[in-house]
Structures are given as C-alpha cells and as structure tokens.
C-alpha cells in the first residue's frame, strides 16, 4: 500500500539558512499534518491542512510556513535556521476522522 | 492543554513474556486516542480507539480504552526481539490545535532473547 512520502532524508543546514521539505500524502487524504520530533522526545505538531487550506495551527514558530498544494502535496519552509531547529520533521497523512498515518520524516542538522 | 502520561518509560522483559503498557490523558472533547510503535523512524499506527470497552485486536497486541477513567492499556503477548521499539500513547480532541495528536513520552520496551 501507499505510503506518505517525504523528502529529502536528511539535510544540512547551516545557522540563518532556509530549508523546505516536502511531503506527497497518501491518495485520497484530505489531510496533512506536520510534526516535529527533539531528540527523546515526542513528536509536537506544527500545522495541519485540510483540503488545501490550514486547518490547524500547534506550536509552529513564526519562522515556519507551510502550504498544500493543488496536488496535495504539502511543504513546510523554514526559515532563518536556528540550532535548536535539529529534529525530525514528519509529515502525516489522514482520511476524515481516520488515522494518522506517518511518513519517514526528514533529519534535519543545523550546523 | 491535552496531556498525556504513559508508564512504564521503560520496560525490559524476556522474549515469551506478556507486556502491559498504560496511559492515561487528559484531554478537551476527547475524540480518539491511537497507539503508534516507533522504531528508528515513522510512528507506524496500530489502533484507533474511540468507544469504551471494546478491544481492538491485531494478532498478538490488543489495545482497550476505558472513557469513563482516561485511560487506555496496550498489551502484547509472546513477545517477540521484533517487538522492541517505543510504544507512543497519543489522543485527539477538539481544542484548539486539535487537529493534530498530543503524545505521551511513550514507553521503550526491550525484549530480551
């Protein structure tokens, strides 16, 4: 079956930079969602999309925009880099009320 | 603020052995809470639970919720070395930001051969 795809794997980034990530959500879900996750820690969730339009809004930074796309892939910009930005950005997938189903998630390193 | 506890943080039993994973929340207008195992990457989804009393079964993991006391257990029997991973307890509810799923800690569980 499908999965959420993600990319890329892994990215460097240096401090003040911009990065943007992607992420392709499973067919026929009409929702995304963008999670961050600290080293031992639990994922957070940033921002959510409901058929192309921001749906929900957690602790995302005001650094980090996010938009879905008329193809629904989604993409999350960062920007202005800073150190404590390293984590794993995942990105999710839903249907309706079903569950959220995971992608890979993309490393991020700020040197 | 939705909150979510889950115990042990970590348990360490030999293979064959039955495992009880607990968590308990609080949440605004509960909607769902599902249990994830997380290996090195992707939270990958196990069960959905949104109705009191009723088990959801997948092989050897069973998962039951309990609305009236917030709390859900996640249990798994025989285990197995591929079961080694941290089990992650989140719900959903309709506050603010509801959208998206409050996580526990979760519990890591490592399976001894």
């Known amino acids: 079956a499908a999965g959420v795809i993600q990319s890329p794997r892994h990215l460097i980034k240096e401090k003040r930079e911009t990065a943007t990530l992607k992420c392709y959500p499973i067919?026929?879900?009409?929702?995304v969602y963008w999670y961050q996750q600290g080293p031992g820690q639990d994922p957070q969730f940033l921002i959510s999309?409901?058929?192309?339009?921001?749906?929900d809004k957690g602790s995302i930074p005001d650094r980090f925009s996010a938009q879905q796309f008329s193809d629904y892939h989604s993409e999350l910009n960062m920007s202005s880099l800073e150190l404590g930005d390293s984590a794993l950005y995942f990105c999710?997938?839903?249907?309706?009320?079903?569950?959220?189903?995971f992608g890979d998630g993309t490393r991020l390193s700020i040197l | 603020e939705d909150k979510v506890v889950q115990s042990p943080l970590s348990l360490v039993v030999h293979e064959g052995d039955t495992v009880t994973l607990n968590c308990s929340y609080e949440?605004?207008?509960?909607?769902?809470l599902l249990w994830y195992k997380q290996e090195k990457k992707a939270p990958t989804f196990l069960f959905m639970l949104?109705?009191?009393?009723i088990e959801k079964k997948s092989g050897r993991l069973s998962s039951i919720l309990d609305k009236k006391e917030l709390f859900s257990i996640l249990n798994i029997t025989a285990t197995q070395t591929g079961d080694s991973a941290v089990y992650l307890c989140?719900?959903?509810?309709?506050?603010?930001?509801?959208?998206?799923?409050?996580f526990g800690k979760g519990t890591h569980l490592i399976i001894q051969p």
């Open positions: 949104t109705s009191s009393g």
């Open positions: 949440v605004t207008n509960f909607r769902s």
């Open positions: 067919p026929r879900h009409d929702t």
């Open positions: 999309f409901y058929e192309k339009m921001q749906s």
């Open positions: 999710a997938s839903s249907r309706g009320e079903g569950p959220q189903h």
């Open positions: 989140a719900v959903r509810g309709s506050g603010g930001g509801a959208d998206g799923l409050t």
